[in-house]
């Protein structure tokens, strides 16, 4: 039996797709071999991989303006790659510290620039982003870094600002696929699949083509945007099987409705929890109304010592991963596009039995 899986990533990915996995293991569309022991420059893997990026092209309302690239090293290489590319000392670049993942981004591009932190909410422990009418971005910066959604504190930005800020780069690890955005308002947006998009082992990069003319010169050639977006992502070997589920997980995606649907789903999944969090001074929510995440809710136990006996009996119950990350305490549960209604109205059963108890 498959468990209610509450992991924050890697995570939960969408039974149907792993039903074809298993269907597909041991022989791809009559090649007789799996996509795991596919030359990377077949014509069958060439074709999965213009499947992923033109799914989630369609998915997201990418632009001929932008790339796709499939890389390797998480969200944590593109903290630095992307200063790497396109910093140097004398330059300035804007941050916003939203949560563990931001200062990571901001630890590693000081490396390489000279970093202004607008805003910061890490003496409330991170439990709001600003809203837009509180940054002002340097006319003199070179871009302006966010986390659309901070997976370890449980809050996102609910939009991006008005159409006039268009130097934006975003870690969308937690929340890509989860709304529309307009992709003009980015330099670039990144992260890892393994939250909403597929396994661990890939990254995916979305950038604008012409930010290539502006990027550092004399850089290691795998290091180099510009080397990923002439190759097709195929400079080197890519993770070729992680593409081919990105392929399925999105093909999935568009089968069931696209980006509206599954924002609309994944709103109305998350309203229900919010909804008993609010309803009762049993439960504690951690971040601020206005800054909640769809897609990693947060929550403390007024009493503490009655968290771990909480987690004990989800388990037993077949909801596993609800443990809040160590910097937060309490609970966490994701809601990535591959949790159910089903699993959440359990969740729910749970705690309403739990608090009765
Ligand atoms: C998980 C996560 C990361 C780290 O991703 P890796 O692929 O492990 O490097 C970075 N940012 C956010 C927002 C995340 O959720």
Known sequence: ?????????PSTLPTEVLEKVKNELLDYEGTGISVMEMSHRSPEFSDILAS????????????????????????SHQFFMFPMNFLTKDKKADYIDTGAWSSKAIKEAKLFGNINVLFSSKDANYNRVPSWNELEISNDAEYCHITSNNTIFG?????????????LVADMSSDILTRPFDINKFYM?????????GPSG???????????????????????????IEKDSLFNTPPSFGIYIIKLVTEWAIKNGGIDFLEKESKKRADMLY??????????PTSDKDSRSLTNITFRFKDESLEKPFIDEAKKQGLIGLKGHRSVGGIRASNYNAMTTEGIKKLIEIMKSFENK
């Open 52 to 75: 992923a990026k033109k799914n989630l092209k369609d998915l997201l309302n990418i632009n001929d303006n932008y790339e796709i690239l499939f890389l390797q090293g998480g969200a």
């Open 189 to 197: 947006v990144y992260g890892g699949a393994q939250k909403n998009l």
């Open 155 to 167: 809050t996102r930005f609910k939009d991006f600002g008005d159409p006039n800020i268009t130097k």
């Open 1 to 9: 039996m498959r468990a209610h899986n509450f992991n924050a990533g």
């Open 275 to 284: 909804e008993v969090l609010d309803s009762s001074d049993f439960y504690i």
């Open 202 to 228: 890939v990254t995916f990069v979305i950038i604008r083509k012409d930010m290539i003319e502006k990027a550092n010169n004399g850089l290691p050639t795998l290091l180099q945007y510009k080397t990923h």
